[in-house]
């Protein structure tokens, strides 16, 4: 059974920066691409990075790139996303998620975890 657990949401401030991990069992973590997608209040959930399964291909959409990093650790069947300056648009309950392919794809796609609330506000 996949199982993917988010951790590292939080409350911070614009501007500010927080690391989220996904910790990965129940399936062989190296031989698949992984995907964060968000949820922001009242809205639909929003693919906006990925990453293939050995980590040498990344994928963002315009809104992030620059300001968040995605990698992973196969050793440690982990995958992370690095947030910088943040903004409150930023705001949303993070999943990470589970390809069936081992390339990244700009679409939402699971499965996922239960998610971790980001919230950025002052």
Do not use: H
Not at 5 to 22: H, N, T, Y
Not at 60 to 83: C, H, P
Not at 100 to 108: K, M, S
Request: glycine share 14%.
């Amino acid at each position: 059974e996949v199982q993917l657990v988010e951790s590292g949401g939080g409350l911070v401030q614009p501007g500010g920066s927080l690391s989220l991990s996904c910790a990965a069992s129940g399936f062989t973590f190296s031989s698949y691409a992984m995907s964060w997608v968000r949820q922001a209040p009242g809205k639909g959930l929003e693919w906006f990075s990925g990453i293939s399964s050995g980590g040498g291909t990344t994928l963002y959409t315009a809104s992030v790139k620059g300001r968040f990093a995605i990698s992973r650790d196969n050793a440690k069947n982990t995958l992370y996303l690095q947030m910088n300056s943040l903004k409150p648009e930023d705001t949303a309950v993070y999943y990470c998620a589970k390809l069936n392919t081992n390339v990244p794809r700009t679409v939402v796609e699971g499965p996922f975890g239960q998610g971790t609330q980001v919230t950025v506000s002052s």
